[in-house]
């Protein structure tokens, strides 16, 4: 198997950020949207720890197709306000669509970068961001910005992935002889650095001034009809940017190989479960 140039080096943080926004463009179509409920359940929790309250002021970072944005909408209700911002351009216009479908006047959606919102300061009630965080080349940086578009008495509530599977290692051992730095970087993959404990992602938060900082857990499982199935759902969201490092000649080689590792999990009726656990990580605006 081959292992191509890498693309990224010698890329700006604004290069780096365009080339993610394009890989949620491309997957804006598809994402959570191949019988995988996988985001929305994750966010769905985040947004329940926020505990938001009619006529509140809602941010949703990274709001991708919705996953925090819709229960959040309906959660403040029309007496409140949502707005969502997300870099890639695709997801932004696919969830504008839906948020006309339900006929909300009180959700807004911008395209913008996680990293400097351009909101005015002080304007949110609450803010959340579903597994965005490690994504960003500089958190505290980007938490500092968060902190200071949140109104006195506001709140954070950020998830991300926390101890997982052992099958999902050996997947993504198949990749790695193709990925790039940027996708084999720690605070993405997790492995190692503030990402790695509930107690280093809360030290993110202390460092860029939050108060009140605590971490919850949840066991999330993920089941797959097939090894195909899982190909199709590993295309639709931001992993399609692990099958593109991968030359075009040796897919069907690294295909197969996952299909070898899902194989040895497939239960009695054909299907496959994966297990994630995520951490919620919550805090106030306010040190106390």
Known sequence: MGRPADDTAGMSLAERSRAVAAVFDRA???????????????AQRLVRELAPSPGERALDIGC?????????????????AVTGIDLSAGMVQATQDDVLARGWTHVRLHVMDAMSPGLPDGTFDLAASSLVLFF??????????WRRLLAEG??????????????WVTLDDVFRPYLPP??????????????????????????????RVRTVSDDVAVTFDDPEHWHTWSWSHGQRAMWESVPEPD??????AAFAVLADARSADGRITLRQQVRYTLADRDPR
């Open 154 to 167: 506001g709140r954070l509530g950020v998830s991300t992935f926390a101890e997982r599977d052992p099958l």
């Open 182 to 211: 940027m996708l084999l970087d720690a605070r993405t993959r997790g492995e190692s650095g503030p990402f790695a404990s509930d107690q280093g992602v809360e030290g993110l938060l202390r460092d860029a001034g939050f108060g």
């Open 28 to 42: 804006a179509t598809t994402y959570e949207a191949v019988g995988v409920p996988w985001f929305a359940p994750i």
């Open 64 to 80: 991708g197709r919705g996953a925090a944005l819709f229960p959040l909408a309906e959660a403040v209700g029309p007496t409140g």
């Open 136 to 145: 960003l080349p500089d958190p505290v940086a980007a938490l500092t910005a």
């Open 251 to 256: 897919r069907a080689t690294v295909r197969d």
